[in-house]
């Protein structure tokens, strides 16, 4: 039976030992990594190589890797161009790719030319490329994305969460609940102001916590200050103060 291998180092090289210190594959790599799915990612000479559990390496050189997903990882080609490979190191899809981020929730944020898109595991466009920014992996179901300028939500089929009347998405969902932003003119004492609120709506995009008023015109303070839930609790940043959300 093969034994557990566990990164070992001697020195400055790096092999692989089982799991009582005793070594199986003699160090001498920049760096190595635990395997996955019988595969993992070793540095030699500044490119990284995918190996097996016989230590022998079944694919490479690459400048960076992400993580097996799905039995898929995209990997970075010495011309700066992302592929995603299989665990018996072979291109998964034909397409090449200018950014490519790992698999979430059995989908990919890719880059083709200046826009972003999201596949799925077939190499297939759930979206075709059109936004400018994204969150980086799906979270219960949906990507916050960025395009011409306005944040909304996606699902797993690239299909727009609709949401209330100018509500602004500032964190992506945690335990069912996404934070959205509002900013309004009120017109008080004379003069018009802006008034800002912090909302949490559910997967439906219906707002199910509306208690929250902040003082500040920086929307970034809801992208910093409001955690995921955890335990049906989260830190929220109101009127310059932060404190808990139940």
């Not at 970075?76 to 790992?102: C, H, T, V």
């Not at 979270?139 to 909304?152: A, I, Q, S, W």
Request: hydrophobic share 35%; proline share 3%.
């Amino acid at each position: 039976q093969q034994p557990q291998l566990v990164p070992y180092r001697i020195a400055n090289k790096w092999g692989y030992s089982d799991t009582s210190g005793k070594v199986i594959f003699e160090p001498k790599y920049q760096s190595a990594e635990f395997f996955v799915n019988d595969v993992a990612f070793i540095k030699q000479d500044s490119f990284y190589y995918l190996i097996n559990t016989k230590n022998e390496i079944i694919a490479g050189k690459y400048l960076s890797h992400g993580n097996f997903v799905n039995n898929l990882c995209p990997v970075q080609l010495p011309n700066s161009m992302f592929i995603y490979i299989d665990k018996s190191g072979q291109m998964a899809f034909k397409r090449i790719y200018k950014i490519a981020e790992s698999f979430s929730e059995e989908r990919a944020v890719v880059r083709m030319g200046m826009k972003l898109g999201v596949i799925n595991t077939y190499g297939d466009w759930v979206k075709e490329p059109s936004f400018e920014s994204t969150s980086v992996y799906y979270k219960e179901g949906f990507l916050m994305v960025v395009e011409n300028g306005r944040y909304y939500y996606i699902n797993k089929y690239g299909k727009e969460l609709k949401l209330p009347e100018d509500a602004i998405p500032s964190g992506l969902f945690s335990e069912g609940l996404a934070a959205v932003y509002f900013a309004k003119k009120v017109f008080e004492k004379g003069k018009i102001e802006k008034q800002h609120s912090l909302k949490f709506i559910d997967t439906t995009g219906k707002i199910v916590l509306d208690s929250f008023k902040n003082d500040g015109e920086n929307y970034s303070d809801y992208i910093n200050y409001v955690s995921d839930f955890k335990d049906g609790k989260a830190i929220v940043k109101v009127a310059n103060k932060i404190g808990f959300d139940f």
